[in-house]
């Protein structure tokens, strides 16, 4: 069973640094971070491959960087914090069979 634990979620101030971490256990293709705030659609931040490659949807790309310490932890920074970045972050861990969701961290931005 592949465990998915994130961390470093908090209040942070606008213009302040930030920075989450996502750690599996278990072997894994991918490992993604998304974002949800009530009443809207879980989206897509970005996601790293095995290989270290990573991918961004376009409307994230200049926003946040996703780096890989080792085969099972990640990590999420945003470039530059604003308070629309306040959400529930979530990672997900893809093996060959299913996707696995942990349960998230809060962000709070204030202005």
């Known amino acids: 069973q592949v465990q998915v634990v994130e961390s470093g979620g908090g209040l942070v101030q606008a213009g302040g640094s930030l920075n989450l971490s996502c750690v599996v256990s278990?072997?894994?293709?991918?490992i993604g971070w998304y974002r949800q705030v009530p009443g809207k659609e879980r989206e897509l931040i970005a996601l790293?491959?095995?290989?270290?490659?990573a991918n961004y949807p376009e409307s994230m790309k200049e926003r946040f960087t996703i780096s890989r310490a080792n085969a099972n932890t990640v990590y999420l920074r945003p470039k530059t914090v604003k308070p629309e970045d306040t959400s529930v972050y979530y990672c997900?861990?893809?093996?060959?069979?299913?996707?696995?969701w942990g349960k998230g961290t809060q962000v709070t931005v204030r202005a």
């Open positions: 997900k861990a893809k093996t060959c069979w299913i996707s696995h």
């Open positions: 278990g072997s894994t293709i991918s």
């Open positions: 790293i491959l095995n290989n270290g490659r």
